[in-house]
């Protein structure tokens, strides 16, 4: 079987999409680590490169993948959906929402 969209790690919020995905196709998801696969129905198209939900996710909800934390979405994407830079926000800008910047240290010293 081909497959159309990858997950990284089983506990991944996003998959991403290895074709050009169309909005009413079914899709069989598996995870790069094994695992059981996932079904999901694609909402709207969704070009290669970009990621797919596996669940409903509310506003606010730290994305994971890879397994680790890559964002936090600007707005509600439901199972299906494309998520990308318009509902997807980076943690590297995102202060004052439980993520706190780091300051990087110069030598033994800091700075």
Partial sequence: ????????????????????????????????????AQRVRVLEDIPLGHKIA????PEGHVVIEYGERIGRLTQAVKKGGWVHVHNIRTLRWDYGKGNKPTRRRAGKGGS
């Fill in 1 to 36: 079987m081909a497959h159309r969209a990858l997950a990284h790690k089983s506990t991944d919020d996003v998959a991403v999409a290895v074709a050009d995905l169309k909005a009413g196709e079914e899709l069989t998801i598996e995870s790069l680590e094994g695992g059981p």
């Fill in 54 to 57: 596996l669940r409903d996710m």
